[in-house]
DNA sequence: GAATGCGGGCTGT
DNA sequence: ACAGCCCGCATTC
């Protein structure tokens, strides 16, 4: 109401909080409002020129998160946080899974990591790697902006990324964990057969006591632990199978382990990576065609069939993994184990689907409520009370 | 080791 | 002035 007419932006209806007066705030504004009667849901792929209010408590807001690969920039304005985005690393031979889906790496948000990154190979084919940066942005790269005011925290961001999403944050980690497991593992292995050198020659056994016990085989493919938690769900994880029902008490509300702080999904897309870090089958050489540069020996590679977590990866912190994100419409791949979803969420305007039906608009428990809230949001709240509450009070 | 933040400094418009 | 960006430093994960 307070200026609801000067912002000829008519509200897109994707996104959460472009309630006709609440959009007509700008990141820049000396003042932004502090009447907020609905903040949102995290968005963990905001995209295009949008706006968002979050609380405070969201530990993902905290953090000025986003599975797109945002890296901070210098505004020289220490109010506002300022992102950019780095795009999505892509194979260089522009390979393919076996269940049709390409390679969309997290690019390394460290400038150093980044370029050792760029030096690794496709998880899939062993290929030199891409980065494809974004220019969604006049050219440039697409921009967030983070300012934190009273107890809410204003997201802004500038831009329609027009490259496809590259994986989430916990994918990528995933990723690293397993490489770094596969390595431990041939290294072990060689341990072993040491060990068992020695015994033959020996007849004694040395000492059990290295073996390892990430005993995913190469060829066996027994991803680590996240991947088999996740067909058959782990006790805790309630898979959102059939969007039973609300988060799980324990590990659910903030969850995230112990900080509570990563909702993120965990989707097991993860592929391991080529035996060790051999210079990419031959980087100069494109084929593209269908035949790339497969790894000479071993490569134990196997990109993981897709799970993408997409909304639902954000778990109770933002996608309201009861009624919430499931009835949404994300026909979150999760429940089915393996599933290819669709391919590529498509560069710009990428239809982000969760978002508008996923944003349980919340009232404010606190301020400002009484000034209107009550009016007929009362729908949008039972919708998803319980996991309301779990986002504005997590567990921790 | 990386992700994140911060802020000086340089550059082009 | 503003925006984009490189770079080093510090903190947190
Ligand atoms: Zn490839
Ligand atoms: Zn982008």
Request: aromatic share 6%; proline share 10%.
């Amino acid at each position: 109401m307070l200026k609801g007419a000067d912002q000829p932006v008519m509200e897109q209806e994707d996104s959460a909080s472009q309630h006709g007066e609440m959009t007509s705030w700008d990141i820049n504004d000396i003042k932004l409002p502090q009447d907020v009667r609905q903040i949102d849901w995290f968005q963990e792929w905001p995209d295009s020129y949008v706006k968002h209010i979050y609380s405070s408590e969201d530990k993902n807001a905290q953090r000025h998160h986003s599975s797109w690969a945002m890296r901070n920039t210098n505004n020289h304005n220490s109010r506002i946080l300022k992102k950019s985005c780095l795009g999505v690393v892509v194979c260089g031979n522009d390979c393919s899974t076996l269940d049709g889906r390409k390679i969309y790496l997290r690019p390394a948000i460290c400038d150093k990591a980044r370029q050792k990154q760029q030096r690794k190979c496709c998880p899939n084919c062993n290929g030199p790697l891409r980065l494809l940066s974004c220019r969604g942005h006049g050219g440039y790269p697409v921009t967030n902006f983070w300012r934190h005011e009273g107890q809410f925290i204003f997201f802004q961001s500038k831009g329609a990324h027009d490259h496809p999403r590259p994986e989430t944050k916990l994918e990528a980690e995933a990723r690293r964990s397993i490489q770094k497991a596969q390595t431990a593992f041939s290294a072990s292995s060689l341990r072993l057969k040491r060990i068992q050198e020695i015994e033959s020659l020996t007849g004694a056994t040395p000492m059990p006591e290295a073996l390892p016990l990430f005993l995913s085989k190469p060829d066996a493919f027994v991803p680590p632990a996240d991947f088999g938690g996740r067909v058959s769900k782990s006790p805790e994880e309630p898979a959102l199978s059939g969007c039973s029902g609300h988060p799980p008490a324990p590990r659910a509300g903030e969850h995230g382990g112990s900080r509570g702080a990563l909702p993120w999904g965990r989707s097991p897309s993860l592929g391991s990576v080529p035996s060790t870090q051999r210079p990419c089958g031959g980087p100069a050489v494109p084929c593209t065609a269908p035949s790339p540069q497969r790894c000479a020996h071993l490569s134990t590679q196997h990109v993981l069939p897709l799970i993408k977590g997409g909304h639902g990866s954000f778990g109770p912190n933002t996608a309201p993994s009861g009624d919430g994100s499931c009835g949404e419409k994300s026909p979150l791949t999760y429940s089915s184990g393996c599933l290819s979803l669709p391919a590529s969420p498509g560069p710009q305007g990428g239809p982000c689907p969760m978002a508008r039906g996923a944003q349980p608009h919340r009232q404010l428990p606190g301020p400002s409520e009484g000034d209107g809230g009550q009016g007929g949001h009362q729908a949008g709240l039972s919708y998803c009370s319980n996991d309301v509450l779990f986002n504005l009070y997590p567990l921790r």
